[in-house]
C-alpha cells in the first residue's frame, strides 16, 4: 500500500519534457523460452524530440524490432518505463493502446502487412474505420493520403496487383492517413530493390520536411544516412547516439 | 503536395472525440461486408456450414405455413358446413384411438326411424335433414364416358337448407321426388365436366351403380378440401337410394339452428331425446356422437400444441447442431486470420472492434442461411399446397429471419472473443 503511494511523485519526476515525444526509461525485454531466457533488450533508454528523424542500427538480432513494437505500443515491456507523449504507457489499458496505435503511430512494417483481399484505398481507411471518421471524410482523406504516395491511380488495386514499392507506399499512405504523432518504419525497404527502396526514403524524407517525427529502423548506412540522428543497437543496449548533418 | 502536419493533430484530435460515437456503427458496417464476402468467396463451403440453420429455418416455416394453412382451411371449409350446423352420427367424429374402439362395441348406427323421430319431436331448430352413402363409390356412365368412383349419396330434399351445393341450373331433390323414389339425380361440377362438356346436361339420363337417373340439376362448384375435390357427387331422393341400393341406410342427420346461441341448447335437447329413445342410463356414456364444426375446430386447436412442441424441439436441435458446426467454421476463421487480426489491431482496432467483426459476421453467415432456409421453405410450402394446404405467414418468415441471426450471434461469440483477446504482436508475428 504504502509504496504505491510513494510512486506517484517518483514517476512525475521523471516525466519527460515538453516536446520530447518518445522517452523510454531502463527497458527490458525477456523472452522466457522455457530453459534459457532471451533478453532482447536490456535496459535501454533515449529520447526522441518532435519533429527528429531517427535512425536506429544495429545487427539482426540486436532487437531493433523489439524496440520498435514497444515503442509502437504492440508489445509491452518485461521492465522499464516508456512515456509517448507525456503518457506513461505502461499505465494504460487495452482499449487506450488501441486509440494510441490509431491516432498517435503509424507503423510501417518491413513485410507491409496489408490485408490481402481489399483494395488499396480500403487498406488506407482501415485506421479511420477503427476511429470512427464518417464514411465521406474517411473517403476524402484516404484519397489524399494515397495522392501523397503518389498511388492515385492505383486506389482499387489489391495488394496482389501492386508492385512491392507500390505496396510499401500503400502501407505509407496508411501510416499518415491519420496524422500521427510518430512514423515507426521497421526496415521499410527491407524487401525491395535499391531503385524502390529510395523511392521510399524520399517519401519518408518529404514527409520529415513537412513535420513529422519519425523513426527508422535500418541496417543499411545509405539508408540510415537519410536520418539527422543514429541510434545504435547491439545485444539489447544502445551502443551510441549520434547527431548527424 | 498536402501537408501532414502535427500541429493538425491537435485539430483533429478534439474533433475526433464526438466523431467516437460513430465508431461502433463504423465497424459493423465494415464488419458486415467482411462477411458478405466470407460468404460469396466460399458458398459451397458456407452453404455446408448453413445447413443446420437452412433445415431449421425451413422446417419452422414450413410447420407455420401448414398449421396457418389449416387454420384458414378449417375457418374457410368446415365452420361453412354450417356455422350453426351439426351432425348427429354413430361416432364422435376425431376422438382418441382408445375411445373410437369402445365406441364401435357400443354405439348404434342412426336410422331412418331416428331421424323421423327427431324430425317430429325436436322443436326449435330451422332444418334437419339424413343423408346416406354408399363407400366406396359406385361406377357412373354417360355414353361412351366412364368415371370409376362418384359420391353417390342418399338425402332427404330438406339437405337444400343445410349442405354446401347451391343450385347452379335446374333444380334441387324435391319431397315429390322422394316420395314417388323418382330415378332423379343433382350433379356436381366434376360429373358435368367429364359428361357434358359443352352441352346442356338437364333431361340427360346418367348411369350410377348400374341404374339410370336422369339429371334434373347442377351445383354450383363447391371447390376442393385438403386437395380432394368436392365436386364429385351425384345426389339422389332418400326413397330412390333405399328403393335402389339400401333398404336400411346408415345416416348421417344434419340439424341446423337458427343462430349460434341456440345450438348448444338444441345439441342437448338431440343428446336428451336420443338417449330417451334408445334407453341410455344416466351414468352411461352417449351411444352416438353429435358433431359440430367447432368441435373439430377444437381438436385442431388441441393438436396444434404437440404440433409446435415437436417442431420448437426439431428446429432447437437443428439450430444447435448448426449453432455448433457455425461456432467451429468460426474457429478455424479466426486461426486462418490471425495475421489479418493482427494487422487491424496494429492499426487501432480495440477489442469489441474485433469481437463485433466476427460476432456479426457469424450473425450475418447465419442469417445468410436462414434466407436460404426462407427460400426453401416457400418451395416447400409450394408443393406441399399442391396437395394439401399451406401459406407461409409473413410472422414465420421474420421469426426465422431472427431466430438463425440470433443463433449465430450467440454461437460467434465465443470465437470472436478469442479473436478480440489475441496479442497483437503475436497475431501479427503468425504468418499464414
Ligand atoms: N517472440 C520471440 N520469442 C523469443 N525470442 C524472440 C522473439 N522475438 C524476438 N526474439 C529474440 O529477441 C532478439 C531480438 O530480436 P529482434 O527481432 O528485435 O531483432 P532485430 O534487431 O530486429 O533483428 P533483424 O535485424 O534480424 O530484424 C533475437 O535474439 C530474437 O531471437
Ligand atoms: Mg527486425
Known amino acids: 500500500m504504502g509504496s504505491q503511494v510513494a510512486s506517484s511523485p517518483v514517476q512525475e519526476s521523471h516525466r519527460p519534457a515538453d516536446g520530447v515525444i518518445i522517452r523510454t526509461e531502463d527497458l527490458w525485454k525477456t523472452y522466457d523460452m522455457g530453459e534459457v531466457a532471451v533478453h532482447a533488450l536490456c535496459g535501454v533508454s533515449f529520447e526522441i524530440a518532435r519533429g527528429e528523424y531517427v535512425a536506429i542500427m544495429g545487427p539482426s538480432g540486436s532487437g531493433k524490432s523489439t524496440l520498435m513494437n514497444l515503442i509502437g505500443c504492440l508489445d509491452t515491456p518485461t521492465s522499464g518505463r516508456y512515456w509517448l507523449n507525456g503518457r ?71 495488394p496482389n496487383e501492386l508492385s512491392g514499392g507500390q505496396r510499401q507506399r500503400v502501407a505509407v499512405a496508411r501510416a499518415l492517413v491519420n496524422n500521427p504523432s510518430i512514423i515507426l518504419a521497421d526496415e521499410p525497404t527491407g524487401n525491395l530493390d535499391s531503385a524502390t527502396g529510395a523511392e521510399i526514403m524520399n517519401l519518408l524524407d518529404r514527409l520529415h520536411q513537412s513535420g513529422n517525427t519519425i523513426v527508422l529502423v535500418t541496417h543499411e548506412f545509405d539508408i540510415a544516412a537519410h536520418a539527422f540522428r543514429v541510434i545504435g543497437i547491439r545485444d539489447g543496449k544502445v551502443d551510441r547516439d549520434e547527431r548527424m548533418k | 503536395m498536402a501537408v501532414y502536419t502535427p500541429a493538425g493533430v491537435a485539430a483533429r484530435r478534439a474533433h475526433g472525440r464526438h466523431i467516437q460515437l460513430s465508431g461502433p456503427w463504423v465497424t459493423a458496417r465494415e464488419a458486415f461486408w467482411i462477411a458478405v464476402e466470407t460468404l460469396r468467396t466460399h458458398k459451397l463451403r458456407s452453404f455446408l456450414t448453413l445447413l443446420g440453420v437452412v433445415i431449421a429455418t425451413t422446417t419452422l416455416i414450413v410447420v407455420m405455413a401448414v398449421v396457418n394453412g389449416m387454420n384458414t382451411y378449417i375457418a374457410e371449409h368446415i365452420a361453412n358446413l354450417g356455422a350453426n350446423t351439426f351432425v348427429l352420427h354413430q361416432f364422435q367424429w376425431a376422438q382418441s384411438f382408445d375411445e373410437f374402439i369402445k365406441a364401435q362395441r357400443r354405439n348404434k348406427p342412426i336410422r331412418l326411424e331416428d331421424y323421423d323421430f327427431l324430425r317430429d319431436y325436436l322443436r326449435g331448430y330451422q332444418a334437419i335433414s339424413a343423408l346416406a352413402q354408399i363407400q ?97 357427387f351425384v345426389f339422389i331422393p332418400m326413397g330412390t337410394f333405399r328403393a335402389y341400393f339400401m333398404p336400411r341406410p346408415e345416416l348421417l342427420v344434419f340439424i341446423k339452428a337458427p343462430d349460434s346461441k341456440h345450438l348448444p341448447e338444441l345439441e342437448d335437447e338431440v343428446r336428451a331425446l336420443m338417449r330417451a329413445r334408445r334407453h341410455v342410463p344416466y351414468h352411461e356414456a352417449d351411444t352416438f356422437g353429435i358433431n359440430a364444426s367447432d368441435t373439430l375446430m377444437s381438436v385442431w386447436k388441441e393438436l396444434t400444441g404437440p404440433i409446435f412442441a415437436v417442431t420448437i424441439g426439431v428446429v432447437a436441435v437443428f439450430m444447435v447442431v448448426g449453432g455448433i458446426v457455425i461456432m467451429n467454421i468460426m474457429l478455424a476463421s479466426v486461426t486462418e486470420r490471425t495475421h489479418e487480426i493482427g494487422i487491424r489491431k496494429s492499426l487501432g482496432a480495440r477489442r469489441r472492434d474485433i469481437l463485433w467483426q466476427f460476432v456479426i459476421e457469424s450473425a450475418v453467415m447465419a442469417a445468410a442461411g436462414g434466407l436460404v432456409g426462407v427460400f426453401l421453405a416457400y418451395a416447400v410450402t409450394w408443393a406441399v399446397a399442391a396437395v394439401f394446404t399451406a401459406k407461409v405467414p409473413l410472422s414465420a418468415v421474420f421469426i426465422g429471419l431472427f431466430l438463425s441471426a440470433a443463433v449465430g450471434l450467440f454461437f460467434g461469440i465465443y470465437p470472436a472473443s478469442k479473436a478480440a483477446r489475441l496479442d497483437p504482436i503475436e497475431a501479427l508475428r503468425t504468418e499464414n
Open chain 1, 88 to 158: 506513461l504507457v505502461s499505465e494504460l489499458t487495452d482499449d487506450e493502446l488501441a486509440h494510441i496505435r490509431n491516432k498517435e503511430i503509424g507503423f510501417v512494417f518491413q513485410t507491409f502487412n496489408l490485408l490481402a483481399r481489399a483494395t488499396a484505398l480500403h487498406n488506407v481507411e482501415l485506421p479511420l474505420i477503427y476511429n470512427g471518421t464518417p464514411a465521406e471524410e474517411r473517403l476524402e482523406r484516404a484519397k489524399e493520403a494515397l495522392r501523397v504516395v503518389e498511388l492515385g491511380d492505383r486506389m482499387y488495386h489489391k
Open chain 2, 136 to 232: 366406396p363409390g359406385p361406377e357412373a356412365r354417360y355414353k361412351g364416358t366412364t368415371i370409376d368412383e362418384v359420391d353417390l349419396m342418399g338425402l332427404t330434399p330438406s339437405h337444400m337448407d343445410i349442405g354446401r351445393e347451391k343450385v347452379a341450373e335446374g333444380r334441387y331433390l324435391s319431397d315429390q321426388d322422394n316420395n314417388h323414389n323418382a330415378p332423379v339425380c343433382f350433379i356436381g361440377r366434376d360429373i358435368v365436366d367429364k359428361f357434358f362438356p359443352g352441352t346442356d346436361p338437364l333431361g340427360k339420363e346418367i348411369i350410377v351403380g348400374g341404374r339410370g337417373f336422369r339429371v334434373i340439376g347442377v351445383a354450383e362448384r363447391v371447390g376442393t378440401t385438403f386437395g380432394i375435390s368436392q365436386d364429385n
